[in-house]
């Protein structure tokens, strides 16, 4: 089983409109999580760390479930900019990266 | 934000050939580098961990004779593909940390095409 899973995609949404996806993990001992952020054949940039308490930034709103093992990441307000490979990746003791859900931003 | 350069961005070799990857923290020493691998699709899967001054840490599966690591400086990693195949074809990516911070920082990836 994979320690980070994730739905790839793609999701296709007009601009303006809300997306939400998430994931599940499998370590139940992971201590940080976070959203990364990849754009094609680029190296992944940190979007967001994820709080128990659920954080926002801008646009962006990620939750964290740590009973039922899972993370979310919604975008509200699309931009052809947000148009991206979005990595789930949570951490013990080193960082377990998801294989990521497309999203792609249409005019 | 702290800067990791990698070199080459991208390289082209013939199987057999070695390749070395340099990874270097601009601005900011690194007692810790991480180099990952990634396939198209898939998600980065860490190779290695090394520290300054150190052996490094190979993950589960990946050969230590075959992806040799060296870390001789603060600033300065570098990995080499040895005797490369083109199933060792891929996107190798390092990153960096800080003294006592958590964030890694990514370099620019090197992607790795081996004929």
């Known amino acids: 089983r994979k320690e980070v899973e994730q739905d790839p995609g793609p999701f296709n949404v007009p601009e303006g409109a809300t997306v939400a996806f998430n994931c599940t993990y499998s370590n139940s001992a992971s201590q940080s999580f976070f959203w990364y952020r990849q754009d094609c054949r680029k190296e992944p940039k940190l979007l967001m760390s994820v709080y128990s308490s659920g954080n926002e930034d801008g646009r962006f709103t990620a939750q964290l479930n740590r009973a039922s093992q899972y993370i979310s990441l919604l975008i509200r307000d699309s931009k052809l900019s947000d148009s991206a490979t979005y990595l789930c990746v949570v951490k013990e003791y080193k960082l377990s990266f998801g294989a990521g859900t497309t999203v792609t931003v249409r005019a | 934000g702290a800067v990791v350069s990698q070199h080459p961005s991208w390289v082209i070799c013939k199987s057999g050939t070695s390749v070395k990857i340099e990874c270097r923290s601009l601005?900011?020493?690194?007692?810790?580098m991480f180099w990952y691998r990634q396939f198209p699709k898939q998600s980065l899967m860490l190779m290695a961990t090394s520290n300054e001054g150190s052996k490094a840490t190979y993950e589960q599966g990946v050969e230590k004779d075959k992806f040799l690591i060296n870390h001789a400086s603060l600033t300065l990693s570098t990995l080499t593909v040895t005797s490369a195949h083109p199933e060792d074809s891929s996107f190798y990516i390092c990153s960096a940390t800080e003294p006592g911070a958590y964030e890694q920082y990514f370099g620019p990836g090197t992607r790795l095409t081996v004929t």
């Open positions: 601005d900011f020493q690194a007692t810790t």
